[in-house]
C-alpha cells in the first residue's frame, strides 16, 4: 500500500500539503534543499534522518556540501512516488522547522 505508486492527482494534493518540495520533470521524483547555519547542524538533521529512515526502511538519495544538504526522494521498487516518500519528507521538513 505505502509501496504503490501514487496516482496524479493524489501526488499534486500531497505535494501542496507538504510545502517545500519540488517536483522532477519527468515527475518520478522530488527534491529538496534545505540549508542549515553550519556544518555541525546539517549533520545533525542527516542524523536524525538517518534514523527515521531506518524506522521507515526508506532512504533518501541525498549530498552534503558544508551547511546544504540536497535531498532526492523517490521508491526504486515503484518507480515513482509513494506514500512513503511523503511520510520521509514529512519529518525532514518537521526535523528542519518548516
Ligand atoms: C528491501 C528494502 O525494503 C528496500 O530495498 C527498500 C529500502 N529503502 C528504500 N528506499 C527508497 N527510497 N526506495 C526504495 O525503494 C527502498 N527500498
Redesign the pocket.
Known sequence: MAREKLGQQELKAALDALGGWTLAADGLSMSRSFVFKNFSEAFAFMTRVAMAAEQL????DWSNVYKTVDVT?????AGGLTELDFKLAKRMNGYFGS
Open positions: 526502511d526508506h532512504h533518501p526522494l523517490n521508491t526504486h521498487d
